[in-house]
């Protein structure tokens, strides 16, 4: 985990083991947004007001850290399952998808070299899976949407990090997030990136997934 060629708060590289877990394929979209909106009458995401950002299969964005929070206690009373936000780490080993190293989901060529990287992200995020799956089999965990994750962020947590599950800080002014952002200058960012904002910000270019135990 981390990268030594990153910005500060990725290093140092260290050796984290995570349990057992299940992360969806895709972030949140919309239409699965909207089941949790119309069963809860929980507010509209405000980015919703702009047809950029209001396609059923679009990743779902303009949501707080306590939103999606809401919507994964909403899935876990609906379903029984235990539905949560994944930590870094889960995020990190599920974005290496099995290959150790890499810089980027595919490899370590850069990003413009992707297909279609200067067509994609025009005005907002892409429909979900448009892109090719990374090696787990996942879409879109680093690019379109910065994903939120459960951990408050430290910038100098992985000097005392514990090597099982770690769970980032017992608290904290941020909230940790991974993946890049159609905004972006560079749309897809590096497995290892990390950023954070305060959990009750509401971007359109935040959204999530959902992990599960298993």
Not at 183 to 200: E, L, M, N
């Amino acid at each position: 985990m981390g990268c030594d060629q990153g910005a500060a708060c990725e290093r140092p590289v260290h050796t984290v083991s995570v349990d057992c877990f299940r992360i969806g394929k895709y972030a949140v979209t919309n239409v699965q947004y909207r089941l949790f909106i119309e069963e809860t009458n929980y507010t509209v995401p405000p980015s919703w007001a702009d047809p950029r950002f209001t396609l059923p299969d679009q990743p779902v964005t303009s949501v707080s850290w306590y939103d999606a929070i809401a919507y994964c206690d909403w899935l876990t009373q609906r379903t029984l399952k235990n539905y949560r936000l994944p930590t870094e780490a889960e995020w990190e080993r599920a974005a290496r998808g099995g290959v150790e190293g890499r810089t980027y989901t595919w490899g370590d060529q850069p990003p413009e070299l992707q297909s279609g990287y200067y067509e994609s992200w025009i005005s907002g995020p892409e429909p979900a899976g448009r892109r090719p799956a990374s090696g787990f089999g996942l879409y879109d965990i680093s690019e379109n949407v910065h994903e939120w994750c459960a951990d408050w962020f430290d910038p100098g947590y992985y000097r005392s990090s514990p090597p099982r599950n770690p769970l980032g800080p017992p608290a904290g002014s941020r909230k940790a997030s991974r993946g890049g952002s159609w905004r972006h200058q560079i749309k897809i960012a590096r497995v290892a990136a990390r950023s954070s904002i305060p959990p009750d910000y509401h971007y359109n270019d935040y959204g999530f997934r959902v992990v599960v135990d298993v």
